[in-house]
């Protein structure tokens, strides 16, 4: 069978590989990509101007910006692939929502990526874990799948130093405070050996106010941690822009 007369009969039949389709407008690609060239460069980067603590995209160069200022304290440094925007966003909720885990490879390349250029050194990588009723719906953790890719990418041991010890309210209609509160004593710290006394990396897809991420790093903290640096794929810049 020509390779031609191959491809056309897979499309006829329904067959479908996900690396066949750009991931951003749907046209067909074959080398093997995620993205066509022309989505590929209008990706929403979040690599211009960004707050030196909390990654977030600011008007300005500032070490803390609105966002993050007195209230992200735990954190020593995060960083963000993207800017939580299309086709970025709608992608996240794909890997979460969907079960379209072919995503998270990517997204954990890109994450390893930002790893190195950040020139963040840590001993063990963790993620942000959901309570067991909430894992139980989802079938899996997606920060857990981009956790473990990305210490098998950038290798550093991947330790599941966390567990989820009540469960929250949904956090997306919460404001910063709200969400501080919702949180507090709703992570604890598995195995404290492991933590103290160490550089902590934590893996999470999105920060929106950074309230999910400060309980961990502050649990960390508290169980001894030395640092605890965080990368997601995308964060929501500050509302200010400041």
Same mark, same amino acid.
């Given at each position: ?8 009969? &897979? $499309?006829?039949? /329904?067959? +479908?590989? @996900? ?12 080398? /093997?990509?995620?993205? =066509? ?5 209008? $990706? ?12 977030? @995209? ?8 609105? !966002?993050? %200022? /007195?209230?992200?304290?735990?954190? *020593? ?9 299309p086709p970025i966003s709608g ?5 979460? +929502? *969907?079960? =379209?885990?072919?995503?998270?490879? +990517?997204?954990?390349?890109? $994450?390893?990526? &930002?790893?190195?250029?950040? +020139? ?14 909430? &894992? %139980? ?23 599941? &130093?966390?567990?989820?010890? %009540?469960? !929250? ?5 919460? !404001?910063?405070?709200?969400? #501080?509160?919702? $949180? ?8 404290? %050996? ?13 920060? !929106? ?20 640096? #965080? ?12």
């Amino acid at each position: 069978m020509k390779f031609k007369d191959f491809v056309l009969k &897979l $499309l006829t039949f /329904g067959f +479908y590989r @996900a690396e066949w389709r750009c991931n951003g407008c749907g046209k067909e690609i074959f080398d /093997g990509e995620f993205f =066509c060239e022309d989505c590929e460069k209008g $990706l929403p980067y979040n690599n211009t101007t960004v707050c030196e603590h909390c990654g977030r @995209a600011v008007k300005v160069p500032s070490e803390y910006c609105s !966002t993050c %200022k /007195g209230v992200l304290v735990s954190i *020593d440094k995060a960083r963000a692939v993207f800017t939580y925007e299309p086709p970025i966003s709608g992608l996240i909720k794909k890997a979460k +929502y *969907d079960n =379209c885990r072919y995503i998270l490879d +990517y997204f954990a390349e890109r $994450l390893s990526f &930002l790893y190195f250029a950040n +020139y963040f050194k840590a001993e063990a990588v963790c993620y942000v874990p959901m309570s067991e009723e909430r &894992l %139980k719906k989802r079938k899996y953790n997606q920060s857990e799948i981009l956790a473990v890719k990305v210490s098998e990418k950038i290798g550093v041991p991947f330790v599941p &130093l966390l567990i989820k010890a %009540k469960e !929250t309210e949904r956090q997306a209609k919460l !404001t910063r405070a709200e969400r #501080l509160k919702n $949180l507090t004593d709703s992570f604890k710290v598995a195995d404290k %050996k492991s933590v103290r006394g160490k550089n902590i990396l934590v893996v999470d897809d999105v920060s !929106t106010t950074g309230a999910t991420a400060e309980a961990v790093a502050s649990k960390l903290k508290k169980a001894g941690a030395l640092r605890v640096f #965080l990368i997601t794929v995308a964060n929501v810049p500050s509302k200010d822009g400041y």
